[in-house]
């Protein structure tokens, strides 16, 4: 079946420095990606979406990568800061197929 | 400009009786999705709704789940006799369309616990 995976389930990272998250998906097909940011208490938030027509995007602070060919995105913050603490997921279109999180802790 | 509002943020219930959830969209979403997230866990589609339709419900649970969208009013996600492992949040999301280059906008969920 249809899977979205991220490879680390903690990252630690010291404040200043960038992160990147990775994610892996099962469906080729796959056309249309999300990364959302959840906060402790609080609902997905929305980050940054990539269509399959691009390889990169970018946004304030974050940029996602996908790399089609081994069916991969990465999300990855410039200047990590303490506010970028929660948890990451990627997710795919249509049902969004949540894979699980990556917990980002952000050290001072 | 209010954003997907849920209520209520916490529920408690006993076994047995019934839990009812409300997710009101964003303004100008006509489509709601709802999703249940295990402690330590990601989320799960449940079911995909538009006005006055249940456009996939592949997975919500056979027995004791329901949901609706009526024309007015918000949608409920309605979970009937109630049981320890109901214990969970139930996030909802709305977008203006059909789901296809745009992002799901999330509530801040409810948090359902079985006594």
């Known amino acids: 079946g249809e899977s979205v995976g991220l490879h680390l389930p903690t990252l630690s990272v010291q404040e200043g420095d960038n992160s990147i998250i990775n994610c892996a998906y099962s469906?080729?097909?796959?056309?249309?990606f999300i990364w959302y940011k959840q906060e402790s208490g609080k609902g997905p938030q929305f980050i940054i979406d990539i269509r399959s027509n691009m390889d990169k995007r970018q946004g304030q602070r974050v940029t996602v990568l996908l790399n089609k060919t081994v069916k991969h995105l990465s999300l990855q913050i410039a200047a990590t800061q303490p506010g970028d603490s929660a948890v990451y997921f990627c997710a795919e279109r249509g049902k969004l197929i949540f894979g699980q999180g990556t917990t980002l802790q952000v050290k001072p | 400009n209010a954003g997907v509002m849920q209520n209520p943020r916490h529920l408690v219930r006993r076994r047995g009786q019934e839990a009812r959830l409300r997710c009101s969209p964003m303004?100008?979403?006509?489509?709601v999705y709802w999703y249940r997230q295990l402690p330590e866990e990601g989320l799960k589609f449940m079911v995909y709704l538009q006005k006055e339709n249940i456009i996939d419900e592949s997975g919500m649970p056979k027995e004791r789940f329901s949901a609706e969208f009526p024309k007015e009013g918000p949608s409920i996600l309605r979970i009937q006799q109630v049981v320890r492992g109901d214990s969970a949040a139930y996030f909802c999301?709305?977008?203006?369309?059909?789901?296809?280059?745009?992002?799901?906008?999330f509530g801040d969920g409810t948090r359902l616990s079985i006594l």
């Open positions: 303004k100008g979403h006509s489509h």
């Open positions: 469906n080729s097909a796959s056309d249309y």
């Open positions: 999301a709305s977008s203006p369309g059909q789901v296809t280059d745009q992002p799901q906008h």
